[in-house]
């Protein structure tokens, strides 16, 4: 495990935490920080919530001594609680009194976590997606297409559609109708300013214009890879970001790759 920080361009390791931690102890991705100003870290052993320079630990309920791992982080701003998707199901994190909930999920591996235009939220599993509104379950509804298969990432866009990345392809769903947008294995889904659906692949990643794809524009979509600037191997699982500053920060098996959406220029 290692943690750093990048300020100014310039990378430096954090050690403070090292106290907390034993030797078999990893960082997950889809860490963030949340409404408070704390960093949510998810971890193979539960999460750390670091608050200044203070890390703690979150200890999750786990069945069978058995430890459990954080795979995605979601917060519900309005609420003030945050939802962990991990190898045991869902949890919910109260960050006012710092109280633990397990959510029933049958044990299911929970990959991805947000909220559709429903206000429910979509809790991706290795056997479908599972909605969960008012601390409770419910099911699709009747004029919907229920998800009944693998997904490991999911994301809503500006007009509240919500792009899923199934065991086979990239689907775009508007809750009466599915379709598949490029088919493969995709890792992450992100959004950029309202403007972009970022999509990452073994190879590479998908970059499709939200404008042109709502207009019904037959280009709406473009792949980079090697061969026309990314330089990375095999995007990390849910691990992509946008900072500040409106770059993308994409994590590789070998490194970690920012990408300027704004810099593009159309290649004529």
């Not at 999920?105 to 979509?122: A, G, P």
């Not at 990432?153 to 379709?179: E, H, I, P, V």
Request: glycine share 8%.
């Amino acid at each position: 495990w290692e943690l750093a920080v990048l300020k100014n361009d310039e990378l430096s390791k954090v050690n403070s935490y090292k106290q907390y931690l034993k030797p078999e102890d990893l960082f997950y991705m889809n860490g963030f920080c949340n409404s408070l100003g704390e960093w949510m870290i998810p971890a193979s052993t539960g999460a750390f919530t670091k608050r200044g320079d203070r890390l703690e630990k979150i200890y999750l309920p786990f069945a069978d001594f058995i430890s459990v791992t954080v795979f995605s982080c979601y917060e519900d701003i309005k609420s003030k609680v945050v939802y962990f998707g991990t190898t045991s199901g869902l949890f919910s994190y109260d960050l006012r009194n710092r109280k633990i909930r397990k959510c029933a999920t049958d044990k299911r591996l929970v990959f991805s976590l947000d909220k559709d235009k429903y206000e429910r939220l979509w809790v991706c599993t290795g056997k479908g997606v599972l909605l969960f509104k008012d601390n409770t379950f419910t099911p699709f509804k009747k004029n919907e297409i229920p998800v009944d298969k693998g997904v490991i990432s999911c994301c809503r866009d500006f007009k509240g559609n919500m792009w899923f990345a199934g065991k086979d392809a990239l689907y775009f769903y508007t809750y009466t109708q599915k379709f598949k947008i490029s088919e493969g294995s995709y890792f992450f889904i992100n959004q950029y300013k309202n403007r972009y659906i970022i999509a990452g692949t073994i190879k590479g990643f998908l970059l499709i214009d939200l404008e042109k794809l709502y207009s019904h524009k037959l280009n709406f979509a473009r792949f980079f890879d090697r061969y026309n600037g990314f330089i990375g191997i095999e995007c990390g699982q849910n691990g992509t970001c946008v900072d500040s500053k409106g770059n993308v920060w994409i994590p590789t098996s070998e490194s970690v790759v920012k990408f300027m959406p704004d810099k593009l220029t159309l290649d004529t």
